[in-house]
């Protein structure tokens, strides 16, 4: 560690070139770590009640009187010069007034005006009980200036007075203002009223019970407008429930309840206590909401349960305190903040403080109980000279008849009637002694002091504590409470006391009111400090040497509060105390004492030197008032939580800090490494002494490691006070010149939600409070664009508003200009583009941002250059790495490309942040095509958010212009991740013209590379390039690959063919380029063939489906092997193209025979023992498949095309086939005249027919020739008369033949037959 001063010095101030949120994360951590350990509650049954009192001498008193008060000489006369029966008095500090009651007349002295009082003489009875309380809703309206109200009781009315201020003060004249809400007593005096903050108003009676008065709006016939409610004689109540069984002469045979002489709340719990005469304890519930009543449980045996928790039997005063002499005389509720196990403390006549648990069953349905929890005694005695006194009560010396208390805050204040003399006799007088206990708020135990002063002359009649109404700010009302007003459990005295002034006490006594003042432990370091008696406060808070450092930074760099408002300047606690310039300089000077840097213990693992403790201790305390707040009052407004003022307050603390920090941090490193070098000290003397110890490589090793973790922390502490004190100040020029409105107009909604989300620590620690300050300081620039504001904001911010973001305004700045100025449009857009490139160099430039705002004014060309610019310096390294993303868990990880990768560190930030820019490019594209091309909207690629109406600058012709040269630029650019990136987002919104424009190699390689086939060929014929295309689309034709279909494949033919004609006309015109295939006139006959063959194939395939489909449709799909196999053969058709006889065969395997015909036709075959067999084969394929029925309906659905053309269809083979069948089949079927149907649905002619079966009739044998004679007769029968003179001599001919072979039946019909036609012919002849 020795000689590395001025590294570290050095290191501590570089905030800088550190500004990286790595580091503020850690010194956020040790921030809410301290804020944490401040609101840490310290239970109270955690102290040892064995533990002596501390004694305080009359220079080191905790209570001291600053001044007093005396009573109007008015009100004194009154009292003394009439005869008084009954007078009580007491303190409303509420609304700064004491009252005194002289029987039916009521005083109310305003202690701040000294002789002003009021007099309240209505009243024709003698008053018993006063109460301030707050109004009942139905006495609470906007318009009436009724705050609070005073409840008097008599002996038979309870009466409410309203009281109006002239001011919106307290310290303003008062009225009383009679109300016509009263109500009678039933004889029952009401001796403690006290009022809730909902308005619900409680009294007790001298009767034993609680009442509650109700007021109401109207009466009714069954209500009154006002009256009370008794709480205790419900029969779930022991006293109702008796009242309820016994007659009334056993009832008041009992004897008669105790009165109520004390009534508190527990606002936290919403119980109320009951304190009777006899200190007997009454629990009663208010509810969830504060507004029911419910009897819950009551403790009357308390004298018993403190006897036997003190176990006085081995006492030899144990007689001095017994049941009889035990009364409690006040009850005080412990709230939530200060415990979460103990709810009351009853004061005892001797001082004695009992704390009470209250446990409560489920949910109050079996009600609950009241006990004891411990006692802590009285001290023996007020008077020491050894400095301490024990707790336990000491007949003689010993508080014996506390008439007052007082308790808060563990401190308590009593009046006892008893004047204790040194030798510890007690003697009576006129005067009280004021007697005081507090809490030290030291760790690990509960140490409380004890002191007394003589109030000679004077009878104290009421002790209270004065609101801090003037310190009632925003900062420090946030202390109590987390962000959404979550209110804290618990905050020590040592967390708030350098905002929060001393207590102040007031003691009202016969002839005056006395202020005395509860010194606060900074004040008694003070003190200390002008007396040079440092040493006395090290050794009381020598447990927590971290304290007393963060106290003297206190003093150091003391805070001073806000000056109260105007109707506040008679408070108390207006006056503010300024610390000292020779005070600060002992204070600066005993931080930096050697002798406070080591922490008490000797296990240095893990901790820091008091120093740095003390640091974050302080700077935690002075940031808790926003840490945990957002800027806005709630999620739905635009409502600053802080004002101006209210920032100032916090920042300048903060700022003397920062300061202090920076001008001591020399001497800081000097004593942080001193305290150090200390502990190795230490560690070689225990070595030396033979006590265990660790090995030396090691324990330096670990020393080493926590010095500079040390160093690191006070770095990101100091880097953590200056970027707050930079969002302080931008937040104050915020909320000085920003509106709602203004908001509204100058910020979008992501930055708005921030605005409203964001609490502070996230705004100076995350990369989103970084992005809403920018947004803020944009908005200023916005609404004042002035010099002197840009000024301050380089000067005051700079990691927050530097030379980019200086730019960068200047930059929006010149668009607006571009807005408003049409004839220099575009020379302040290239401006405005320029600037930009100059802040794209910030890492933290907002590139997305920048492009919508040149997106707003359709600068399109320069959103693609700014993007693209910012994409290459970020690739060369030009731009830094951002803060966020230097730290060890930053892993970026993105498919690019179908490849995965993973960066870490710089390489994963940059391809992330030109991923950014290219996202940009394309956002503006999608948005502004969305615009040109209505006929997409609707599809996926369009389903981002709608965009926001702006004024239209240009019209649609110049907008689509500058829409081409954008998206001419970006295809033009040079940056082959982008490019990439470019055509396949054009590829998937089917944008494929814009490639057809661009004569690129890599866009030839990117199409190749994934696989986009078609679009490669589409390309090339779009920029002519034949001969590519060709050997392209001949690839794709015959590639045995399954990825194109038949479609493909034909369309890929029809696309060469078209090539191949271009070419050959070109090589026509001289263009003698190689080509990588022949192109001829051989070539293209070449794909014509190929290309019917493929509709051939086409035709199969569809004709296959088709069958599929109807043999589904008709139930024939049962055969699931035929149902694969025809499948199978499908996906063959469709996955490739067939050679010829490939084709006949798939077609002659599934019944295609009409298919075939077409593959015969198309092949020119002109053997006849081919055609002949194939039609053998079709023919007796169908017969053989259905034997019942012979007729091959196959021939009936045949096309013209195959029918007239005799090669392929020899219809006297044909019609022989058909005899054979028929004859072999006639007897079943009796359908002789089948074949001349057939004939009559193909449409063959009546020559051919006769030709075809007079070539029949000489080939034939006589044995299979012999049903021949019955088809001709039905064929001449089936002919029309004029059919057979038009035909006349071929039939006769036919009839000849046929007559030769035909038996003697059909002889004769033929000769009939014969002889009609001659007839015929003879008749025609002689006609003409």
Known sequence: LRGRDTKYVRQVNEYESENHYGILDKAREGVEGNLGSDETMDELHMMDRDMPYSVRDEKEKCLERIRSIPIPVSILNAARQNHIMNSFNGIFPEIQRAYMTMDNRLFLWNYYEGNKFQVYEEIDQTIISVGLVRPPDVMCSSETKTKFMLVLTTP????????????????????????????????????????????RIFMGGKDGNVYELVAEARSSCFRRKCRKLNHSQSVFHTRGFLRLVLPNFLYTMIGQPSPIIDLVVDHGRQLLFALSYDSSIMVYSLGMNGNSFRYICSNRNVAREVLNRNDLRDTTNKTDWNAQNFRIISLHVIPLRESSSLNLVAITNHGHRVYFTFYRYINYIFGGRLYVKYVRMCPESLESTKGEVNARYQNGSSPEAITKAHYAENTLIMADTFHHSTMGHQTTSNGHTLISVHSENRERTMVESVESTSMLGSHILCISEAPMLARVTTEASFLYAKGRNEPLRGLNLLAVQHVLPPRQVLVLTERELVFFQKKRPIDEMEEFLKNSRLKILQERFKENRKEVRTMLLTLACPVRPKEPRDDLRRDPYKKVRIVSEEVKRKAEKAFLDLNLSLQSGTNFAGEFSSVHDALYLYASRLFRPVWFWTLCVSNTQFTFRYDESDLKAISTPLKNLLSFFQKNKSEIVRVVKESYMKRIEQERRRRRNGGNYRSRSNFKGEIETQWKAEMKSLRALMLLMRKSMEAFAILKLAVREVSADSLLKYMRGDSLTLLRTLEFHKLVTKPEGRKLLKALIEALMNIKPETNLLGKLREECPSFFGDSDFKYLQAVQYLEMASGDREQRYRYLEKALRQYKLASRASDFDIKEACKKLDRVHHYPGVVQLALHRASIVRQGEVPMPAAVDSDDFRYNKEIDGVGLDFKHTAGWRQKECNTCYDSILGMLRRRLRIQHHEHEGTQIWSDKKEEKQERILDVQE?????????????????????????????????????????????????????????????????????????????????????????????????????????????????????????????????????????????????????????????????????????????????????????????????????CLSILKFTGVKKESIVRRFWKNMICERINIARDDWRPYVLETLPDQFVSDAEIFPLPYICGLLEDYNRRYKSEQKDSKYIIKLFNRLKISIAQRIDAYTKLLISTTTDHARNLPTTIIELVNSMSRNERRDHSDSLLILLSNAMAKADRENRQVLERLKVDLQRDQQALDIYY
């Not at 051989?1082 to 199969?1100: M, R, V």
């Open 959 to 1155: 907008e689509e212009e500058l829409i081409t040269k954008a998206m001419d630029t970006a295809l033009s650019s040079r940056d082959e991740a982008f490019l990439r990136k470019l055509y396949s987002w054009l590829i998937q919104n089917k944008l494929d013209n814009y490639l057809y424009k661009t004569r690129s190699p890599l866009l030839i390689e990117y199409l190749k590379s994934i696989g986009n086939n078609s679009l490669l060929g589409d390309y090339y014929m779009k920029n002519e390039m034949l001969y590519e295309a060709v050997e392209l689309f001949d690839n794709m034709i015959y590639n045995k690959s399954t990825q194109y279909t038949l479609d493909d494949r034909i369309h890929f033919l029809i696309r060469s063919q078209l090539c191949v004609k271009k070419l050959i006309k070109q090589q026509r015109f001289g263009d003698t380029r190689s080509a990588p295939v022949q192109i001829d006139s051989d070539y293209e006959h070449k794909l014509a063939k190929q290309f019917e063959l493929a509709k051939l194939q086409k035709k199969i395939l569809n004709k296959m489906e088709e069958r599929l489909r109807e043999e589904q449709r008709r139930g024939d799909a049962k055969d699931q092997e035929r149902i694969r196999q025809k499948g199978i053969a499908m996906k063959d058709l469709n996955s490739g193209l067939f050679r010829i006889e490939q084709l006949y065969d798939t077609a002659r395997k599934m019944g295609l025979w009409e298919s």
């Open 156 to 199: 038979v009315d309870v009466i409410l007075i309203g009281i109006e201020f002239e001011e919106d003060s307290v310290y303003s004249e008062i009225t009383l203002r009679p109300t016509q809400f009263s109500t009678t007593t039933d004889n029952v005096h009401m001796l403690k009223v006290l009022g809730t903050p909902n308005g």
